[in-house]
C-alpha cells in the first residue's frame, strides 16, 4: 500500500500521528531532521492526538501559547476550566479557526467551539469540540493502483463542572472522549493487521485563585493556575501498539496592573511538561541500558515521568516547555498582545514569537493571533492569522443571584 498525497503526509509529520500505526511511539529518537535542523543527541516525546496540545485561542497563542492563569473568558476549557468558576458573565459561546500548514495546503484545519453556562453563584457547566481535518488522503497498492480515498480526522469533546470553594479560589474536573480516525480502516502490507480508529477517554483536574492587591495607589490583580489535563487511556490504532495521550501539567501565574481609568497591562507565564514516559536509550538487540521502560499503566508513567529521563535531572528540565507574553488593553475594548513560547531543542525546539490584538463591542469579542518562528524554526502555523470569536452574556436584568465580580 502507498500513500500517494505528500501534502497530507507532510502535516502529518508535524503531528507524529502515522508513525504510531506501525511502530510504537516511545522508540528512540537520536536524529530529527524534519524541522531543517540537525540535533544529535534530540530525544523527544511523542503522545498521539497532539491536537490535544494546540492552543485553540487567538488571546492565548497571541502570548506565547500560555493561559492556565489569564483572565477568565470563553476559552477556559482549554486552558483551566477552574477559570469559569470566577469568571464574572453568565454564560458564552466562542469558536475559532487555525489553518494548519497555509503554505502547502488549504484542506488541513482545526475548529474549536466552547461554551459556558453559570448555574448559580458558586457553580459553572462548560463544554467545548475540537475537530482536526487533515485534508485528503488516497492509498493505492504497490503497483500504484488507486484502492480508496480517506479523510482523516480526530476529535475531542468534553465537559467540565467547576465550583468556587472560597472566594477568589475555584477547582474544576473535565471529561473528555477522543477519536482518531488516521487511516479509516485501510490495512498496511507487511504490518500488524487492519487499522482502526483510536479511541481515548480522560479527565482533567483544575485549580485557579485571584486576588487584588495594591500598588502604592495603582490597582492591580494577580492570579495563580494548576491543571493536570487529558489524565487517560492508551490510545491504539491496532490493538497491539498503545499510546499514552497527552497528559500535561501546567503551572501559571498572571500580574495585571490598572495604570489608569482605561489602560491595562497584565504579564502571565506558564510552565508546561509532558507527564508520559520518556524514550530510554537502547543497544544494538533493543535492550534497555540507560532510562526506563516505557510500557507502564498510565498512572505509572506519569510518576516515572518525573525520572526516568536517560539524561537525568538536566534533562527533566529540558522537558519543560514555557510560554508567556504581555497584553495592553484600552477601555476594556481593544487590546495589544506579545509573547514567546519556548521547547528546548533536544526536546522538540518550537520556538517562536507570537504576535495578536483583539477587539470588543458590547457582547462581541474578535482576537486575531501570528506566529513568527525563531531559531530556524518552520511551525505549521508559521506567518498564518488564526482567529477567535466569542459572545459572552451578563444575567437579564431584575434576575441577578449573585454580585458581578470584576
Known amino acids: 500500500?502507498?500513500?500517494?498525497?505528500?501534502?497530507?503526509?507532510?502535516?502529518?509529520?508535524?503531528?507524529?500521528?502515522?508513525?504510531?500505526?506501525?511502530?510504537?511511539?516511545?522508540?528512540?529518537?537520536?536524529?530529527?531532521?524534519?524541522?531543517?535542523?540537525?540535533?544529535?543527541?534530540?530525544?523527544?516525546?511523542?503522545?498521539?492526538?497532539?491536537?490535544?496540545?494546540?492552543?485553540?485561542?487567538?488571546?492565548?497563542?497571541?502570548?506565547?501559547?500560555?493561559?492556565?492563569?489569564?483572565?477568565?473568558?470563553?476559552?477556559?476549557?482549554?486552558?483551566?476550566?477552574?477559570?469559569?468558576?470566577?469568571?464574572?458573565?453568565?454564560?458564552?459561546?466562542?469558536?475559532?479557526?487555525?489553518?494548519?500548514?497555509?503554505?502547502?495546503?488549504?484542506?488541513?484545519?482545526?475548529?474549536?467551539?466552547?461554551?459556558?453556562?453559570?448555574?448559580?453563584?458558586?457553580?459553572?457547566?462548560?463544554?467545548?469540540?475540537?475537530?482536526?481535518?487533515?485534508?485528503?488522503?488516497?492509498?493505492?497498492?504497490?503497483?500504484?493502483?488507486?484502492?480508496?480515498?480517506?479523510?482523516?480526522?480526530?476529535?475531542?469533546?468534553?465537559?467540565?463542572?467547576?465550583?468556587?470553594?472560597?472566594?477568589?479560589?475555584?477547582?474544576?474536573?473535565?471529561?473528555?472522549?477522543?477519536?482518531?480516525?488516521?487511516?479509516?480502516?485501510?490495512?498496511?502490507?507487511?504490518?500488524?493487521?487492519?487499522?482502526?480508529?483510536?479511541?481515548?477517554y480522560a479527565a482533567d483536574v483544575a485549580l485557579y485563585y485571584q486576588n487584588k492587591l495594591k500598588l502604592g495607589g495603582t490597582p492591580a490583580d494577580y492570579a495563580v493556575g494548576l491543571t493536570i489535563t487529558n489524565i487517560g487511556s492508551k490510545l491504539s490504532y491496532n490493538d497491539i501498539y498503545k499510546n499514552f495521550i497527552p497528559i500535561t501539567l501546567r503551572i501559571g501565574g498572571r500580574f495585571s496592573a490598572d495604570i489608569d481609568q482605561y489602560n491595562r497591562i497584565s504579564a502571565i507565564l506558564d510552565a508546561s511538561k509532558l507527564l508520559i514516559p520518556t524514550p530510554p536509550i537502547y543497544d544494538t538487540n533493543q535492550k534497555i541500558i540507560k532510562g526506563y521502560s516505557p510500557d507502564v499503566a498510565v498512572v505509572s508513567g506519569m510518576l516515572q515521568s518525573f525520572y526516568d529521563a536517560p539524561g537525568g535531572a538536566k534533562e527533566e528540565f529540558q522537558e519543560i516547555y514555557w510560554g508567556g507574553g504581555i497584553e495592553y488593553s484600552y477601555a476594556k475594548q481593544f487590546a495589544l498582545r506579545a509573547g514567546y513560547f519556548f521547547e528546548h531543542e533536544e526536546k522538540g525546539g518550537r520556538q517562536y514569537f507570537t504576535l495578536g490584538a483583539g477587539v470588543t463591542y458590547n457582547i462581541f469579542g474578535l482576537d486575531a493571533s501570528y506566529i513568527i518562528p525563531s531559531a530556524g524554526f518552520n511551525s505549521p502555523l508559521a506567518n498564518t492569522m488564526r482567529f477567535s470569536l466569542s459572545v459572552n452574556f451578563d444575567q437579564p436584568k431584575g434576575n441577578k443571584k449573585r454580585s458581578r465580580r470584576s
Do not use: C
Open 1 to 200: 500500500m502507498r500513500i500517494w498525497n505528500k501534502t497530507w503526509l507532510s502535516g502529518l509529520a508535524f503531528l507524529g500521528g502515522l508513525v504510531l500505526i506501525s511502530s510504537t511511539s516511545f522508540a528512540q529518537t537520536n536524529i530529527n531532521e524534519l524541522d531543517g535542523r540537525l540535533a544529535k543527541n534530540r530525544n523527544i516525546l511523542h503522545p498521539a492526538v497532539p491536537l490535544l496540545s494546540i492552543a485553540p485561542d487567538s488571546r492565548s497563542s497571541a502570548m506565547g501559547d500560555a493561559g492556565v492563569a489569564s483572565e477568565p473568558d470563553v476559552f477556559s476549557q482549554h486552558w483551566n476550566s477552574a477559570k469559569y468558576a470566577l469568571i464574572p458573565k453568565q454564560w458564552g459561546v466562542a469558536i475559532s479557526y487555525i489553518p494548519w500548514l497555509r503554505k502547502l495546503t488549504n484542506e488541513i484545519n482545526l475548529a474549536y467551539l466552547a461554551g459556558y453556562y453559570r448555574i448559580d453563584k458558586m457553580q459553572t457547566l462548560s463544554a467545548s469540540l475540537r475537530y482536526f481535518s487533515m485534508g485528503q488522503m488516497k492509498f493505492t497498492d504497490e503497483n500504484g493502483n488507486p484502492l480508496t480515498t480517506h479523510n482523516p480526522n480526530e476529535f475531542a469533546f468534553d465537559l467540565a463542572y467547576s465550583r468556587l470553594f472560597i472566594e477568589n479560589f475555584g477547582g474544576a474536573v473535565a471529561f473528555r472522549i477522543i477519536r482518531s480516525d488516521l487511516t479509516g480502516g485501510v490495512s498496511q502490507q507487511n504490518s500488524a493487521g487492519t487499522t482502526s480508529a483510536g479511541m481515548s
